[in-house]
């Protein structure tokens, strides 16, 4: 293998990263205009929608216009806007079947003037409305469910009612949720060491962490996420989830699961909050191995079967069909607001009990204040993490799940409220869309609170 | 790119080589039992049965029981029963949406005492029972429709209701169908040459062939399916579609559509009838030019969409997302069933018309019979070859879609049925099947036939 190979396939190893969460790219983020880090292109939601641009259209495609997983660009400023609803096309995956049940729908009672609805961006001078916020954000498409009926909805990009989305991090909640309700069977117990469960992980960092730390993301990892940091371990975990075949000379992990067996600790557990993906890889793991069977198969029984969705989700997978736990999920979008619907209603769905309401209430009670406090998150004071989601502790006692390019599944209790969003927003990582994103939210729950 | 990385892409090229139609692996059939071409094993349906074999199973699996797509041995028997449920999560897919309309429901009208209806098999002594035919055929799955009612269905193997299995060239029969269709709109004409509507395949065996002559295999192509010769131009048709990345020093075509226009003219076209996948996915790039939509979505909107589908296809995809015109059709068994409903229903689906009455009129009446004869199918006399379909010109007026792996949609009008299968039969080539598929589909039609 020559170093030209070699260069190609650590291109295509980088390209799968992107795949991960919680990139820290520095991108020169004004407002809704957004710089691409490949170029001084300023992108708008308009100028960037791929329908626009064209990518892949075309019997075949002009050459400049053709996407491709293994040269590195798929996730690429703006082509990733194409990307995030590909993921089927571009990789291997696996389904989240929802079985032959029937969808249920999703009843409308639209409220038009939402999109008026204002709110001050953080830092911001003038305030903005709802409608704008659906372009500074990227949006790709947004639900808000109120008293369970759909009040609003908009799609834009590459996403339709139809299709699926990359969640990316929002897996992560799923993947907690089925955690929670593995707890409550009593087939994971919180106390226990992930040794217990996964002898694998024995050597590991994760060989004294208990259940409970890796759900609440107290490990104490020598991981890093930081993108730019060529050593850092996070292109190690790519590499090795990378479902491409190695180079000849590879001799890193080769799977997810061998990729976790190699992580050392750093610190001590139990002590601060730190966000790694990692952490939900060995949920995933643990609750295969406490089912007998793959993650999408648990998903697909306890949860996406039971609450009418319209279409099979699926995962990204690995070489040998692991799906990507810490972020692989792509789902429909109405579907991604029926999950929420479900854990509004305490975990029922049209009479019919699908979570036990005490494991959402264990979620929403939220993780260990001063552990987050610790992880420095200055624009989510007072937040805490809890079985892989993000809870607010606001008087409306919301609570989300959160992806890296603006994915949000925020479920407000007090408004009654549910809203799902899928984005492509040019900055990896929340931090740079949540002034125009978490205001807003707030505003339409208010203003629902108000209109009852 | 040295030796060793050379043979591995072989390697790979060839393993996706078995995707397609049409093999002639010369091994040892005995009825019932089969010897796997690559060890004197003699399987059955249940010793080949992959739940029983454990592929895939254990997070991690065992080594020996991991099946890749990258290391050539997913399509070997007796892995190949386990990877016709799997291609999505073995390479890159593209839905065909169902869109978000409702499931026509299946009703049921069980009729068990089909388990006893016997046949004589071809060459044999003494006859079978549809129950036995089930496991000699290596069935996946099958149902049986009669007044458009369920009145039989079985599954075995990694098929389920809820699953998809590899339609192969069943998925001709699709494409072929969209084809007239778009004959039937003016949206193509069938004596018009191919160049007129693909001015890339000007300097190529296709250029001067009809539409028509596409769409029934009349074509005069120097192209040869014949796998066991290394120089046969199917495995360039088969690294030309391999969705990885290619060889640094790889200079062949890269894509289905440069492919396609590498075939040189063999003889004369309009003659006889040549069964060559190629033709399809001509046809399917003529769909997509005429439409300007890719083949899914094609399908999808025409058809999918409209015959009450529970789940969405899917179709594998070279490297560029182009669908495998020619076979890489993934669908769920009850779908496929609706599907031939329709057709027998005379393009109907509940007082709604999916397709004119004409078109389907036309590929009943079927191809030119001397052009078929002329192929030499020792075992299909008197049949013949119409829009990528196969017509039985039998009393009942049969026709079928056929798959190389035993994969069947059987349509007779007269007795009012539809019988789809889906099998992974060890031997590729219907030859090796039909002997216990044909005779027993006749004689199920028979009895209901009687029984009326």
Chains 1, 2 share one sequence.
Not at 272 to 278: A, E, L, P, R
Not at 330 to 358: C, K, S, T, Y
Not at 425 to 434: H, Q, S
Request: charged share 20%; hydrophobic share 40%; net charge negative.
């Amino acid at each position: 293998m020559n170093i030209r190979s070699k260069g190609i396939l650590f291109t295509l190893f980088l390209s799968v990263c992107l795949l991960a969460m919680s990139l820290n790219l520095s991108t020169k983020a004004v407002a809704n205009e957004q710089t691409s880090p490949s170029s001084d292109v300023v992108w708008t939601a308009e100028t960037s929608n791929p329908n626009v641009l064209g990518w892949m259209k075309g019997f075949p495609p002009p050459p400049d216009k053709i996407i491709r997983f293994d040269n590195g660009s798929y996730f690429e400023f703006p082509q990733m806007r194409w990307s995030v609803c590909h993921f089927q096309q571009l990789m291997p995956t696996q389904s989240v079947s929802r079985k032959l049940f029937g969808a249920v729908p999703l009843e409308k009672n639209e409220l038009p003037e939402l999109n008026q609805v204002t709110f001050m961006p953080w830092d911001a001078t003038k305030p903005m409305t709802w409608e704008q916020a659906f372009s500074a954000n990227f949006t790709d498409g947004i639900v808000v469910l109120h008293h369970g009926k759909m009040v609003y909805e908009k799609f834009s990009g590459c996403l339709t009612p139809a299709n699926r989305h990359a969640a990316m991090s929002l897996t992560k909640s799923f993947v907690g949720l089925l955690g929670e309700m593995l707890i409550a069977e009593n087939k994971l117990q919180e106390d226990r060491l992930i040794k217990d469960y996964i002898p694998e992980l024995a050597n590991s960092a994760f060989a004294d962490a208990s259940v409970r730390q890796v759900m609440d993301m107290t490990t104490g990892l020598d991981y890093s996420e930081d993108y730019a940091d060529p050593n850092a371990e996070v292109w190690q975990h790519a590499a090795a989830g990378n479902p491409l075949p190695k180079p000849k000379d590879y001799t890193g992990p080769r799977t997810y699961f061998e990729f976790l067996q190699t992580v050392k600790k750093k610190g001590e557990h139990g002590r601060s909050f730190g966000y790694k993906t990692i952490n939900t890889d060995v949920l995933g793991w643990l609750i295969s191995r406490a089912t007998g069977q793959p993650l999408t198969e648990v998903l697909s029984e306890k949860i996406w079967s039971k609450i009418g969705a319209e279409m099979d989700a699926f995962f990204t997978v690995d070489s040998i069909g692991t799906p990507f736990a810490g972020g692989g999920l792509n789902a429909g979008l109405h579907d991604l607001a029926r999950f929420g619907q479900m854990l509004l209603n305490n975990g029922m769905v049209a009479n019919q009990r699908v979570v036990p309401e005490a494991v959402i209430a264990n979620i929403r009670q939220g993780g260990d204040l001063q552990a987050f406090a610790q992880a420095g998150y200055s624009s989510l004071k007072g937040w805490s993490y809890r079985s892989m989601w993000w809870i607010t502790h606001n008087q409306h006692g919301a609570f989300m799940a959160r992806g890296v390019h603006g994915q949000s599944l925020y479920i407000d209790p007090a408004a009654d409220m549910v809203i799902a969003r899928f984005a492509s927003y040019p900055v990896a990582g929340n931090a740079a869309n949540d002034p125009t994103t978490l205001p807003a939210y707030e505003a339409i729950a208010d203003y629902l609170l108000k209109r009852d």
